[in-house]
């Protein structure tokens, strides 16, 4: 992918004309998502939510997709940018000297951890056990790796 030719704090602050609110009228994602007002974060919102999970704390993808949609009034926040801009906080956290963003505290969907994350699932791996947690892995061919009993450490967005 070749991220270090990639300037991702350039990305990061690029709101690409958002924040912004869409009306659906496709009954089917209508269903599917739970209402019609469908929210737009710029990547810099991911980035501000993800710096607010403090140590031995986690968060979901879909809780900061879930959290930006409650505060900006909206049935939920558009799906598809989510992973793309919680890996471009990711990445611009790493290419900055200061104001870190502990993006390894972000999993996807039911604890898995990311391998898109610089380093990949080893590096989030290391920092995850680091702060206390313990990663487990799933499959026989295809392995998956997950924090085991994230639940119980998911940090209350309010």
């Keep these: 992918m070749n991220e270090s030719k990639k300037d991702f704090n350039a990305m990061l602050n690029d709101s690409r004309d958002m924040p912004k609110t869409q009306i659906l009228t496709d009954e089917a994602t209508i269903q599917k998502y739970g209402g019609a007002k469908m929210f737009f974060a710029p990547p810099i919102m991911y980035d501000q939510v993800m710096k607010k999970i403090p140590s031995g704390k986690l968060i979901t993808v879909a809780d900061i997709r879930t959290y930006l949609a409650k505060q900006n009034h909206a049935d939920f926040t ?17 290419q900055r000297r200061k104001d870190p963003t502990p993006y390894w505290r972000t999993l996807k969907t039911k604890g898995e951890l ?43 967005l309010t």
């Design 78 to 94: 558009e799906p598809l940018t989510a992973g793309i801009f919680v890996s471009i906080a990711a990445w611009a956290s790493e």
């Design 114 to 156: 990311n391998p898109k994350y610089p380093g990949g699932i080893d590096a989030q791996k290391a920092k995850l056990e680091a702060e206390g947690h313990t990663v487990i892995c799933r499959g026989r061919k295809n392995l998956r790796y997950y924090v085991d009993d994230y639940q119980k450490s998911l940090y209350p």
